[in-house]
């Protein structure tokens, strides 16, 4: 079990910018891909971004696609999301994840959140417009 812990959360103004991390540890030897997903209230789990385990490949939302980042320091210890630009529906609490059956490459990534075995246990992230 890979155990997760995310930081940097906050309330910010639209247009601003805002950069999560999420240390892991434990089983991360494991871990195939990182990603962040966020869940708005009354609304499903929905993802935002991908890296592979050693960061060659990342993948992105349309929604988030040109405004944020997902990079990573040994991607399987350390991973951050650097939000730029930010509007008021990406509001909601931002949760890391870590797979460890589906891997990222090229043309494909895992996105739906069943696919990802370990979660944070979240952090809030309020755009005030």
């Known amino acids: 079990q890979v155990q997760l812990v995310e930081s940097g959360g906050g309330l910010v103004q639209a247009g601003g910018s805002l950069r999560l991390s999420c240390a892991a540890s434990?089983?991360?030897?494991?871990?195939?891909?990182m990603g962040w997903f966020r869940q708005a209230p009354g609304k499903e789990r929905e993802f935002v971004a991908v890296?592979?385990?050693?960061?060659?490949?990342?993948y992105y939302s349309d929604s988030v696609k040109g405004r944020f980042t997902i990079s990573g320091v040994n991607a399987k210890n350390t991973v951050d999301l650097q939000m730029n630009s930010l509007k008021p529906e990406d509001t909601g609490v931002y949760y890391c994840?870590?797979?460890?059956?589906?891997?990222?490459?090229?043309?494909?990534?895992?996105?739906?959140?069943?696919?990802?075995?370990?979660w944070g246990q979240g952090t809030q992230v309020t755009v005030s417009s």
């Open positions: 890296m592979s385990w050693n960061g060659t490949y990342t």
């Open positions: 434990g089983r991360t030897a494991s871990t195939k891909t």
């Open positions: 994840a870590a797979s460890t059956k589906y891997s990222t490459g090229a043309n494909y990534y895992p996105s739906r959140a069943t696919q990802f075995d370990d």
